[in-house]
């Protein structure tokens, strides 16, 4: 089974998308912030991880270079709310692998995610 960590400070959005992928067949794991969000990377290893850019702690983009040092493969989706150029520039430099801006279609999300998963299996 394919799993997937959503790290995400809203709490309606991490259960909604925790329910979504739950149902696709996903063993999804959800953080809060950023902190819990590296211990769940440490611990379970998630295949693709969907990362929100802006939260209250730890700022996405310094959630990612942490993510980056754990596990330099890691499968990293980054999250925002705001289409700023500069911050989703930063983010694919440090390694994220897409973006999407939010609201966002949960079909175009499912297919991004379980091609992300793919290309890590393959």
């Known amino acids: 089974m394919a799993s997937l960590l959503i790290i995400e400070d809203d709490l309606t959005t991490c259960d909604f998308l925790r329910s979504f992928f739950t149902q696709k067949g996903y063993k999804a794991f959800v953080a809060n912030d950023g902190e819990q969000g590296l211990l769940i990377v440490k611990e379970k290893k998630p295949d693709v991880i969907l990362l929100d850019i802006r939260m209250p702690d730890l700022s ?5 270079q942490k ?12 999250m925002t709310a705001v289409n700023d150029g500069f911050v989703i520039e930063m983010a694919m430099k440090y390694g994220a692998i897409d973006y999407i801006t939010k609201p966002f279609s949960l079909e175009w999300l499912e297919k991004d995610v379980l091609l992300k998963t793919l290309e ?3």
């Open 60 to 64: 996405g983009l310094e959630v990612l």
């Open 120 to 122: 890590k299996i393959l």
């Open 67 to 78: 993510i980056k040092e754990i596990d330099k493969n890691a499968k990293v989706i980054m």
